[in-house]
């Protein structure tokens, strides 16, 4: 192969040179050998890029793919950062798990591998295990850091690498970009240490999940009605991810005992067989457990993606028919459930905080607000939500009469949900059981957990949330999507859909324009590229480039009254137009 005579770009050529010459195995650079220019070009043209939540890609052979030697240059990067910033004398320790992906076992025994190897003693779960009690493991055994080995719910094509700190969120700054700092600087695969150490390397397993599931199962406010309505027909289904492991058994651990797993998505499986996409936001990823639902009658249905952090939820209707939820929904009736049950049982004292993300709806903030506990707004991604924690509570979980903040709970409109902070991630654990304990209250009461949404829409008024993605591919696209984000600052919507913007919030310039008034107040959250628009009626509409993807999404979110529990679909309906009526005001639609 004369790589130099192939029409590719000239970084490919270099990297691919690189890889035919250097210390890789000769199956993967017969790999090389045997790839059409077009998959050549797209394999090496750039290395993969070690962003501020690790690694994520098409697993394949490349700069530019997963595999197991960018993995491996990756965890250089890492514990080359964690031995430079922490001293000598300092026992260094991380924690490593993976999902149920291809090649997920294998990569998270490199990242091993090259921890130990680099003298830190690494605690490796013994099989897949879920994100949260990756999350969980890290503090538990006072890690400085630690790494799951997951794509979340992307295609099957894709793996990836979310880092840790030692506070179990993944990284903030500066250690985000420092990480990245320190990655960049492992050029091959020769700098990278591989051998020795394996003296460092602790598996774990069946301990840490019991210590875990009882931290869980202490998230209960009333195991009574659980042991009441033990026999609700519960469906779930891990879409061949990690929480077969550990959610049908924590909800026996509760006291459930009709639980219903889909038997053909409980294997756990890295080509997700039986969906398009194993994405719990989608109909075709529920549809399996729906169906059944609709066969036993069943009370509640949820699901969690392959490494068990979100949680999509479907309900069943006065009519019978089954509706999904979106994340702002099921956060809603979280918060709705967590904050009124902590009242009741006199819990609240006005020290208590939940955590929501900036593009997430204002129900969960008024149902907070309304009871007295404090709500922080934090940028999107929900390690913003564990950074929040940090700087209130610190390392340790909250303790009530510590005379600290007390978290109760907080979440993002992607169905990330995490109850108690324990963890420090989403956990489709916690928020599996707690929607099951729901359900259960709401059979108490003679009613379904759809009712209790209606409950909270009649209390609180209905709100209703939108998304839009704009996609501009290539350099062009970029240059056009930072145009219409200055664009918008430059010259912003004085009104939108006939309705006045009262107030504009810039989180590039920290700055809360009331456009009234013209009164400019400070925004105490980290500088992001992202512009918001609140109108004289409540709706607030979000716009920021994808910071992922070639794309600028706008988010919508409006509110109307619901006048009655039979109204619920004329109102929605109301509500969708409303959105769309906002898109063509400002020219998306």
Not at 67 to 82: E, H, I, R
Not at 319 to 327: F, I, P, Q
Not at 428 to 439: G, L, T
Not at 572 to 582: F, Q, R, Y
Request: aromatic content about 8%.
């Amino acid at each position: 192969m004369d790589i130099n005579n192939l029409k590719i770009d000239e970084s490919a050529k270099a990297n691919i040179n690189a890889w035919l010459t250097g210390s890789y195995d000769e199956e993967t650079k017969q790999a090389i050998r045997n790839m059409d220019p077009t998959e050549l070009n797209e394999s090496f043209y750039r290395s993969l890029e070690f962003g501020t939540g690790g690694l994520r890609g098409i697993m394949g052979v490349g700069t530019n793919r997963m595999n197991k030697y960018t993995v491996a240059m990756s965890t250089q990067g890492l514990a080359n950062y964690v031995k430079g910033l922490f001293p000598g004398d300092c026992k260094l320790k991380a924690a490593v798990s993976h999902d149920s992906r291809n090649h997920s076992r294998e990569f998270a025994e490199i990242t091993a591998k090259v921890l130990a190897a680099n003298g830190i003693h690494v605690y490796l779960f013994e099989s897949l295990r879920p994100t949260p009690e990756l999350s969980f493991a890290v503090r538990h055994y006072g890690c400085q850091t630690g790494v799951m080995v997951t794509a979340s719910h992307n295609p099957k094509e894709y793996n990836g690498y979310k880092a840790y700190w030692s506070d179990g969120c993944q990284l903030t700054p500066p250690h985000d970009v420092n990480v990245i700092d320190e990655v960049m600087k492992i050029k091959d695969i020769k700098d990278v240490k591989m051998d020795g150490g394996e003296e460092n390397i602790e598996i774990i397993g069946e301990e840490l999940d019991k210590i875990y599931l009882n931290r869980v199962a202490q998230n209960s406010l009333h195991p009574e009605l659980i042991k009441k309505h033990h026999d609700i027909k519960i469906v779930y289904t891990p879409l061949h991810g990690t929480g077969i492991v550990l959610i049908p058994r924590m909800l026996q651990q509760l006291g459930f005992t009709n639980v219903n797993v889909v038997k053909e998505q409980a294997v756990a499986d890295g080509n997700f067989p039986t969906t398009p996409s194993p994405n719990p936001e989608e109909h075709a990823a529920m549809k399996m457990a729906v169906d059944l639902a609709k066969e036993i009658d069943a009370d509640i249905v949820f699901a969690s993606d392959p490494d068990a952090d979100r949680v999509g939820v479907a309900v069943k209707r006065p009519d019978g028919e089954w509706m999904l939820l979106n994340g702002n929904q099921t956060f809603s009736v979280l918060m709705y459930y967590l904050v009124n049950q902590w009242k009741a049982a006199g819990r609240l004292t006005g020290n208590e905080y939940v955590v929501k993300t900036i593009v997430t709806s204002e129900l969960p903030a008024d149902i907070a607000r309304k009871n007295g506990v404090t709500v922080y707004d934090v940028l999107t991604g929900f390690k913003w939500i564990g950074a929040k924690i940090l700087e209130l509570t610190g390392v340790e979980a909250s303790q009530e009469g510590s005379g600290k903040p007390v978290y109760i709970g907080g979440g993002e409109e992607s169905y990330g949900y995490m109850v108690g902070d324990f963890v420090r991630d989403k956990d489709a654990v916690s928020a599996c059981s707690m929607i099951a304990e729901i359900a259960a209250w709401a059979k108490e009461q003679g009613k379904t957990f759809f009712d209790i949404l209606v409950d909270i829409y009649k209390e609180y008024g209905f709100y209703k949330e939108g998304l839009l993605s704009v996609v501009r591919k290539g350099k062009s696209g970029a240059e056009e999507i930072a145009q219409m984000m200055k664009d918008y600052r430059s010259n912003p919507p004085q009104t939108i859909d006939g309705e006045r913007v009262v107030r504009i919030d810039d989180i590039q310039l920290s700055t809360s324009t009331d456009t009234l008034t013209g009164r400019v107040t400070p925004i105490d959250l980290p500088k992001s590229n992202v512009l918001q628009f609140f109108t004289e009626k409540g709706n607030k509409i979000t716009v920021r480039p994808s910071g992922t993807e070639p794309k600028i999404k706008f988010y919508f979110g409006v509110k109307g009254e619901l006048c009655c529990r039979d109204c619920f679909d004329k109102t929605n309906a109301a509500l969708d137009a409303k959105i769309e009526a906002i898109k063509h005001s400002m020219k998306l639609a």
